[in-house]
């Protein structure tokens, strides 16, 4: 007896690559990672780096606001939020240097935005170097408009704008962001 094979006219559909980056929200273990992480953006840098007690309220008391983004299984930017009732305040988004013209800016702006929009947050605000034009154009992009120049925000000669997004401008949001999925 014959063994035959039976053929398919029609090939086998290929998996769908997955994207290489994923974020996710933070979890008490991150600590050390986004310890890393700050000394890799910021510290080889010789830029000032956040204080370990900021990070570790980040990771304690607000995960479930905070996002950390992965290149495979390599940590490379994250997303730091405050919640107090229904106001949001973005306090960092970092992206590691060789990862700024990537997806990971996006993907951590959208968990942050998608969250916030299911916890019904009326306002977000951001404090911005005012010569950081991609974070600045990142906020005007989510509809952010600058209400205020903070001189000496943290420390002598520093200078931050401050911005929000609006309760009418997070209504746009949620209606374009919650729709779509």
């Not at 229904?86 to 935005?113: I, N």
């Not at 009326?122 to 034009?133: L, M």
Request: glycine content about 4%; some cysteine.
């Amino acid at each position: 007896m014959l063994n035959t094979i039976e053929t398919r006219s029609t090939p086998l559909p290929m998996p769908r690559p997955q994207s290489r980056y994923h974020v996710r929200r933070l979890k008490p273990s991150d600590f050390p990672v986004l310890q890393q992480l700050e000394e890799d953006i910021w510290g080889s840098a010789g830029e000032a780096m956040l204080c370990s007690h900021y990070l570790r309220l980040c990771v304690e008391q607000f995960p479930d606001v905070c996002f950390i983004a992965f290149d495979g299984d390599k940590p490379v930017g994250y997303v730091l939020n405050f919640v107090r009732g229904t106001v949001a305040h973005c306090g960092t988004l970092a992206v590691h240097r060789d990862y700024r013209r990537s997806r990971v800016t996006y993907l951590l702006v959208t968990a942050m935005l998608k969250r916030m929009l299911t916890m019904n947050i009326t306002e977000c605000w951001f404090t911005v170097s005012p010569e950081n034009t991609a974070a600045r154009e990142v906020h005007a992009n989510l509809g952010a408009r600058v209400i205020d120049t903070r001189e000496n925000y943290y420390g002598p000669g520093d200078t931050r704008l401050l911005s929000v997004i609006s309760a009418e401008q997070m209504d746009r949001l949620r209606r374009r962001f919650l729709k779509a999925a």
